[in-house]
Structure formats: C-alpha cells, structure tokens
Nanobody, 115 residues
Framework: QVQLVESGGGLVQAGGSLGLSCAAS????????MGWYRQAPGKQRESVAI???????NYADSVKGRFTISRDNAKNTVHLQMNSLKPEDTAVYYC?????????WGKGTLVTVSS
C-alpha cells in the first residue's frame, strides 16, 4: 500500500502563492495518475489537478492558469504550485494515487486564503 504525505499548506493572503508537496512511500513511476483534490467546508471533495505517467495534465476550470501540477518520479513526489490564490481556494488539499487496483489518499493539508 502506498502512503502519501502532503505538506506545504498554510495561511496566505489573497493573491499570494503556496507550493504543496506529496511524498509517496514507494515509487510512483508506475502509478498511472497522481492528483490533487480539495474539500472546502460543507462541500464535496473535488478534483483540482491530475498528471498521468506520460505527463498529461488536466486542471479544474477554477484553477486553470493559476495552478501547476508536476511529478518527480525519481523523488517519488508530486508538487502543486498555486499562484494568485483566492479566498475560494481555501480547503483541505489531498494527494491521490490512482491506477490498476489502487486508489490511495493522503490525510490532507489545510490551505487558508485570507481576503
């Protein structure tokens, strides 16, 4: 079982930037899709960004042009760079590893954007 540990959350003012990291306990080279999801208070968890083994990326419309996902297979990490943050980006951000026979989640890291 792959364990995922998120880091990098915190409090930031609107317009600021944060970088989130997800460290995996095992190699992510063969994992088909690594992704970031978020859940705001009172809302359902939603997809923020995903990146495939081949480097294909997909973003939620709400973060396009502001967030960038990347993966470093050599370091078994996935990174989410968040720029031009908005109060509506406030949520717990979760890392996900999805592939054949697997669907693993980290415990999340809280991002709070103040206005």
């Amino acid at each position: 079982q792959v364990q995922l540990v998120e880091s990098g959350g915190g409090l930031v003012q609107a317009g600021g930037s944060l970088g989130l990291s997800c460290a995996a306990s095992e190699t992510i080279f063969s994992i088909n899709i690594m992704g970031w999801y978020r859940q705001a208070p009172g809302k359902q968890r939603e997809s923020v960004a995903i990146i495939t083994r081949g480097g294909y990326t997909n973003y939620a419309d709400s973060v396009k042009g502001r967030f960038t996902i990347s993966r470093d297979n050599a370091k078994n990490t996935v990174h989410l760079q968040m720029n031009s943050l908005k109060p509506e980006d406030t949520a717990v951000y979760y890392c996900n590893a999805y592939g054949a026979g697997m669907n693993y989640w980290g415990k999340g890291t809280l991002v709070t954007v103040s206005s």
